[in-house]
């Protein structure tokens, strides 16, 4: 190697290093990094660029636009935006607006789902009712029998003069046969990867995600949760169901949802949407108080990340949080225990089990010891697998929708949640979760020390993968 190359290849690294430093991240990843690039020059340098590089500077949306779309929900909904939650989680609606513009509207009807074919025919019989648009993302559109239920749906509709947009994944679908999504395409079905991605793993947004799972019919109703477009949500997971949360939305928050949409939307397609049609004036149909929140690595700040913390923080009675991995940032894992050492009840479900692969729940076994100590308890559900991301707490509050507690869903991924402060659905959320109790075990901090230093040790090293697991 030449003096040459060597002083340019120091050059690059001092460069990388000095951004790294003047990011201000949190110490222990900057260190991290610094580390990495000194003894491990050319693969650090390689991983800083497609998994590290922060892309914060570069929002997804510029502020005026989104203000733009948001300005449909203030003039159609004059009456209904409201300042306060009726509740102790005012603070918590209060960040909400501040950190992702989010309006709390009332006069919103909620229909939860805990089965999948209960959701997708209900989803199917709104789309067939589709007379002006169907605005759909999912993270996961696989082809197979469900897949191929709602593709053909969609491009009937598209040939019946509906406008139809789709948005997937691109990493999450890389091994879906592309001609899958062309044969929608050419139906007149516009469709559009999120954040394409030739190789995957060799570009520097692989990291980044769009775990959305969004749907919006002629912009009045919205579905939002965790459920994906699969068979395995239908047919279920070693002998059990594959069991998932997800939400069917009507009233005037359906506006807050055709917004979300509509950023992803530029995002993938280059095409900035903003017609007064695709946002009706929506009249009040139930009695829920609803806030729609989005959040991802483009955002300023971890809108997601704040809100759990807020939540669990606000809480004063009980709080039951149910997701499929547990790998809290420092922050998330120390308001779960301020919480159960103050006297909140804090549970929390998790699979026994991983769907695909043994890191993730291995990883999520290494935090365990840490939240028993503080008094929460930890339950593990046999019954399949448990993909819900679902917490409920106080009796007044429930938030349904793609972010998981770990750490790509707090600080990599793009998410979207809804916040319902409304005491009949909390109640019965948490009858939901109390029935789910029924297929768990629970772990007990006497039992739980007893494990073998080898499995000590298998999930302490998993662990170490915790940010992009």
């Not at 636009?65 to 948001?70: F, G, I, N, P, T």
């Not at 993302?137 to 139809?164: H, M, P, W």
């Not at 819900?388 to 949640?417: H, L, P, Y």
């Not at 319902?420 to 768990?440: P, T």
Request: charged fraction near 25%; hydrophobic fraction near 45%; glycine fraction near 6%.
């Amino acid at each position: 190697m030449s003096i040459w190359l060597k002083l340019l290849i120091l050059a690059i690294l001092a460069s990388v290093i000095y951004v790294i430093i003047m990011e201000n991240r949190n110490p222990v990843k900057t260190l991290a990094w610094v580390l990495v690039l000194i003894f491990l020059p050319v693969i650090g340098l390689l991983a800083y660029i497609f998994v590290g590089m922060d892309k914060r500077k570069t929002p997804i949306i510029s502020d005026g636009r989104r203000a733009e779309l948001k300005r449909h929900t203030v003039e159609n909904n004059p009456d209904r935006i409201c300042t306060s939650t009726g509740s102790h989680f005012d603070k918590l609606s209060h960040l909400l607006r501040k950190t992702n513009f989010a309006y709390l509207l009332d006069g919103n009807a909620i229909t939860p789902y805990t089965v999948f074919d209960e959701m997708f025919d209900a989803q199917l019989k709104d789309i067939e009712r589709a007379r002006h648009h169907v605005h759909v993302i999912y993270f996961k559109f696989e082809e197979d029998s469900t897949g191929k239920r709602l593709q053909q749906l969609l491009i009937r509709k598209a040939q019946e003069g509906v406008k139809v947009r789709l948005i997937y994944d691109d990493v999450a679908n890389f091994l879906v046969r592309k001609g899958f999504y062309k044969e929608m395409a050419q139906a007149g079905v516009e469709v559009y990867p999120f954040a394409r991605v030739y190789i995957p793993f060799l570009m520097s947004n692989t990291n980044y995600r769009n775990h959305r799972k969004i749907v919006v019919i002629d912009g009045k109703i919205g579905y939002i949760g965790g459920m994906n477009i699969a068979e395995r949500y239908s047919v279920g997971i070693r002998g059990g169901l594959y069991r998932d949360t997800h939400m069917k939305v009507e009233g005037p928050a359906a506006n807050e949802l055709q917004s979300a949409f509509l950023i992803d939307w530029q995002f993938a397609s280059g095409h900035y949407l903003n017609e007064d049609d695709l946002y009706p004036v929506l009249d009040p149909v139930g009695n829920s108080k609803v806030q729609i929140v989005t959040s991802g690595p483009m955002n300023k700040w971890d809108n997601m990340k704040h809100a759990f913390i807020e939540l669990v923080s606000a809480t004063r009675k009980y709080i039951y949080i149910q997701s499929p991995y547990l790998l809290p940032t420092d922050s998330v894992l120390s308001a779960i225990q301020n919480a159960a050492l103050s006297g909140v009840d804090v549970r929390i479900m998790i699979p026994t089990h991983g769907d695909k692969g043994i890191l993730p729940p291995l990883a999520s076994r290494s935090y365990v010891k840490a939240i028993l100590k503080s008094g929460a308890r930890i339950f593990l559900y046999d019954n399949g697998y448990l993909h819900s991301k679902a917490i409920v707490a106080d009796d007044e509050i429930v938030t349904i929708g793609s972010t998981n507690i770990d750490w790509r869903s707090f600080e990599q991924n793009f998410e979207a949640n809804g916040f319902i402060y409304d005491v009949s659905l909390a109640r019965k959320m948490k009858a939901v979760f109390l029935e789910d109790v029924r297929y768990c075990r629970e772990i007990f901090l006497d039992q739980w020390g007893q494990r073998s230093i080898w499995e000590k040790f298998k999930e302490s090293f998993a662990r170490l993968f915790s940010p992009i697991l």
